[in-house]
């Protein structure tokens, strides 16, 4: 599957982003997806989890409480509600799509990637 990401950019402190990830290629609905991010000089992290039928969902405890992973199989998106953005989660975010396998917090375990998008949060 072929995944487009977007919905990054500038924000202040407190505010809210909604990224998109956009499939095209494979039948979205066989994939469960994932976000990830990547700060500078940092590993590639965990951020959000969501199954193929979006019944099981999982986020990062750095996130936890602010961010939310939803999707819409209809229309091949899935997406991540961020709020109370912090500097801290200034990073490349990239979706990801998994058939199975490996645990879902592994960066390895996803088959698919998007290309990223640049969120940054000043103070």
């Known amino acids: 599957v072929q995944l487009q990401a977007s919905g990054g950019g500038l924000a202040q402190a407190g505010a809210s982003l909604r990224l998109s990830c956009v499939a095209s290629?494979?039948?979205?609905?066989?994939?469960?997806m994932g976000w990830f991010r990547q700060a500078p000089g940092k590993d590639r992290e965990f951020v959000a989890y969501?199954?193929?039928?979006?019944?099981?969902?999982d986020v990062a405890d750095s996130v936890k409480g602010r961010f939310t992973i939803s999707r819409d199989n209809a229309k091949n998106t899935v997406y991540l509600q961020m709020n109370n953005l912090k500097p801290e989660d200034t990073a490349v975010y990239y979706c990801?799509?998994?058939?199975?396998?490996?645990?879902?917090?592994?960066?390895?375990?996803?088959?698919?990637w998007g290309q990223g998008t640049q969120v940054t949060v000043s103070s």
């Open positions: 990801a799509g998994r058939l199975g396998g490996r645990s879902y917090i592994d960066v390895s375990a996803y088959d698919s």
């Open positions: 290629g494979r039948t979205f609905s066989d994939y469960a």
């Open positions: 969501i199954s193929w039928s979006g019944g099981s969902l």
